[in-house]
């Protein structure tokens, strides 16, 4: 069997809610924002992997875990075999070098003060990475890998004399710097304006072919986790709900929150309109997630055993997994 | 017995649009850096009941043009042309008093980009609406006012009861919905909505997008939606105006643009933008960026992006023109490039 690149067994994130004096003095129970709550999966090389959901389901969390730049509450993470968590410091300054993110907004993930032949120099300087003149050279062909060409033209500038769209490649030129083999790309077209957001996604796809990444793609936005992805899990309140390939889960989603996800994204046909979306009420809070399954109080199929047992993943067709009661 | 002039009134009156605007120029000025071109030459019109979407890439000049329709613009913004006109009116002239007390809220509101910081958070949301009620009705009573507020609430589908929370304590959707009652509160006949739904997620958003085309649909508002979003602003709009670094460089029937696009912006924004629906095809990216208004490129403003550019387009600003029936398009050579798609 191929091994995944990365392999994420029931991770969970709980963060503390801060508690007031007086919860302190009541000895109330400590209360629990349950960001990630319990997510299974793997990654393959060279495959772009969809995290997707609404805001808040835990996107973010479970991306910055895997990387450890959050430690977990519980679970394992296996990074080519390695286990993460067990990971000597020697290790883990390796795995830093070897796994990359993005972020969503590049206008604060770059140091302003700093021009563009810094920003991108400064992770070999951090791994003590090559002599002056080979980190000249590196940063130059990062530059160009992003089709920021002439390199020459770009290296003095700081980021506020980019546009949206070039920032946003000096931060992957950053972050390819290392020749990572993993990058956690955390919505990073979402702050592109739509002319540039193609251009963008078409490079990370190149460079997806050229330097054998495999990234894990976070996107609340179906219509670019269908156009980027392989595979796409879909998030509800820190658990997958389905996962599966990317065509099969926009075109035959199967748990009733994915089908109400896609009913709800507008299309730009204007012939096409967005009908009745199959959803009650609004998304609990993190704190207090519903009993069985717990997409039950908003689902419109919801049976009285919903509200008691919750839905294991079923593989309803090859590798299509959905974990919903009418599914079992 | 009606005299020729009375008649002549009486039938231009039926005739004259709701609303228009004509060769809008609206610049900003930045001291030792020049003019930013914001709203520099548009024009459009809106009938009762219309829903016009305005669509562009951030920076284009879509707010702008809303301030500047409703006089809410900043100090260093400077209306150097054009006219709008409401019923015939053209309401930039207008005395800023009467236009305060007869047309802003009244005739055109607006329904800010952020509805965060439309809403005042120490204040309950039935007073703010309340609020806005009696600024503008000064003989009305608290309590009818609060009337209002709990019809408002009603008819944007929040539970009259919850007049008396403060916005911390309604999701983002229910505040978006607190804030187009608000716009909705004086009976206005044109809605202004910036970017409705950008802050909200795509299940909230749908809900909202819904809400707005029952309203028009009952109210019989007149819409005009802006975004960067052209899947959204196509989910209601019936018109739609492409705009790009200042101008409008297409507009018409929704169904004329999107399947018939003229401008070869329109059409390759049409192709970068993926679609969650049918086959997956392979996105083509439009080269460069928008625009610095400051110094916005000579001629046609897309010529530095355009694959099909000539001479003329580095020269001469192309104007926009109908090209077909109620289709407008601002480009040299539309003509022989009907059917030819971008890149
Ligand atoms: N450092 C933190 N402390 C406390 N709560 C947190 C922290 N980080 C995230 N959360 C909470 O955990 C939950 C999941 O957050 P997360 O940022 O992972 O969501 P997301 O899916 O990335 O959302 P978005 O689409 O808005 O980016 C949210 O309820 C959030 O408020
Ligand atoms: N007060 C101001 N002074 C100077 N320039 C301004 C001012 N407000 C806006 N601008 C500039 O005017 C141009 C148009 O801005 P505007 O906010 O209208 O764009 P927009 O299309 O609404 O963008 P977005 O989609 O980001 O909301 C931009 O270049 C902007 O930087
Ligand atoms: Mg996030
Ligand atoms: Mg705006």
Not at chain 1, 232 to 255: Q, S
Not at chain 1, 281 to 300: K, L
Not at chain 2, 244 to 256: H, L, N, P, R, W
Request: charged share 25%; aromatic share 6%.
């Amino acid at each position: 069997m191929v091994e995944p690149v990365i392999r994420v067994i029931n991770l969970k994130k709980y963060f503390p809610v801060r508690a007031g004096l007086l919860d302190i003095l009541r000895r109330k129970p400590r209360l629990y924002i349950r960001a990630v709550d319990g997510v299974t999966f793997d990654i393959y090389e060279k495959e772009v992997f969809c995290l997707a959901g609404e805001s808040g389901c835990g996107k973010t969390t479970t991306g910055r875990t895997i990387l450890r730049l959050i430690e977990p509450t519980d679970g394992k993470i296996f990074f080519k075999g390695e286990d993460v968590l067990n990971y000597t410091n020697e290790e883990l300054k390796n795995f830093r070098r070897r796994a990359q993110i993005i972020f969503q907004d590049p206008y604060e993930s770059l140091n302003p003060m700093m021009t563009v032949y810094s920003i991108v120099e400064e992770p070999l300087k951090v791994h003590k990475i090559g002599s002056k003149e080979e980190r000249y050279d590196m940063v130059m062909r990062a530059l160009e890998d992003v089709e920021l060409k002439p390199p020459e033209d770009f290296i003095h500038r700081r980021p506020h004399e980019l546009s949206g769209g070039q920032r946003q490649r000096v931060a992957i030129a950053r972050a390819l710097i290392l020749n990572p083999e993993f990058i956690v790309a955390d919505e990073p077209v979402s702050m592109l304006d739509m002319s540039i957001r193609a251009e963008i996604l078409n490079l990370m796809l190149k460079l997806r072919d050229e330097h054998s990444l495999t990234y894990l793609f976070i996107t609340h936005d179906l219509a670019v986790a269908k156009y980027i992805c392989d595979r796409i899990a879909i998030m509800y309140l820190g658990k997958i709900v389905e996962l599966g390939p990317a065509e099969e889960i926009i075109d035959n989603p199967l748990h009733p929150y994915t089908q109400a996800l896609i009913a709800a994204v507008p299309t730009p046909d204007p012939e096409e309109k967005i009908g009745e979306i199959p959803i009650k009420g609004e998304v609990p809070s993190p704190i207090n997630i519903p009993r069985g399954c717990r997409f039950h109080p908003r689902c419109i199929y919801a049976r009285p055993e919903c509200k008691v047992r919750e839905p294991k993943p079923i593989e309803v067709s090859k590798g299509h997994y959905v974990a919903c009661l009418l599914y079992e | 017995m009606l005299f020729p002039d009375t008649v002549a009134i009486a039938l231009g009156a039926c005739n004259v649009m709701l609303f228009e605007v004509r060769d809008l120029k609206m610049y900003y000025e930045i001291i030792g850096k020049g003019l930013v071109r914001a709203v520099d030459g548009v024009s459009f019109s809106l009938e009762r009941g219309e829903t016009l979407g305005i669509v562009g890439e951030s920076g284009c000049g879509k707010s702008s043009l809303a301030l500047t329709i409703l006089r809410l613009l900043p100090a260093n913004a400077k209306v150097l042309g054009g006219e709008v006109l409401l019923d015939g009116v053209n309401i930039l002239k207008m005395d800023l008093e009467k236009f305060r007390r007869e047309v802003r809220w009244r005739r055109i509101s607006l329904i800010f980009q952020s509805a965060m910081n439309a809403l005042n958070p120490v204040i309950r949301v039935g007073d703010q609406i309340a609020e806005a009620i009696m600024i503008h009705d000064k003989g009305i009573r608290k309590n009818e006012a609060m009337k209002r507020v709990k019809e408002l609430l009603a008819l944007v589908g929040i539970d009259p009861s919850r007049a008396k929370s403060y916005p911390f304590e309604l999701s983002g959707g229910m505040r978006q919905r607190v804030v187009i009652a608000m716009a909705l509160a004086l009976n206005p006949d044109i809605v202004i909505a910036d970017e409705p739904t950008t802050a909200l997620d795509v299940v909230v958003q749908a809900q909202i997008l819904k809400l707005i085309k029952d309203l028009q649909r009952k109210l019989r508002l007149s819409v005009i939606v802006i975004s960067h979003d052209i899947s959204m602003v196509s989910e209601l709009s019936n018109k739609i105006a492409v705009m790009y670094a200042g101008q409008i460089v297409e507009y018409g029937d929704i169904k004329d643009v999107f399947y018939n696009p003229l401008h070869p912006y329109t059409k390759a924004l049409l192709y970068a933008v993926p679609s969650i629906r049918g086959k997956r095809r392979r996105l083509n990216p439009i080269p460069g960026a928008p625009p610095d208004l400051l110094r916005p490129p000579s001629g046609c403003r897309f010529h530095p992006r355009c694959p099909f550019k000539t001479d003329i387009c580095i020269k001469e600003m192309p104007e926009l023109i109908e090209a077909d029936e109620g289709h407008f398009v601002r480009c040299h050579r539309f003509e022989e490039l009907r059917g030819v798609a971008f890149g």
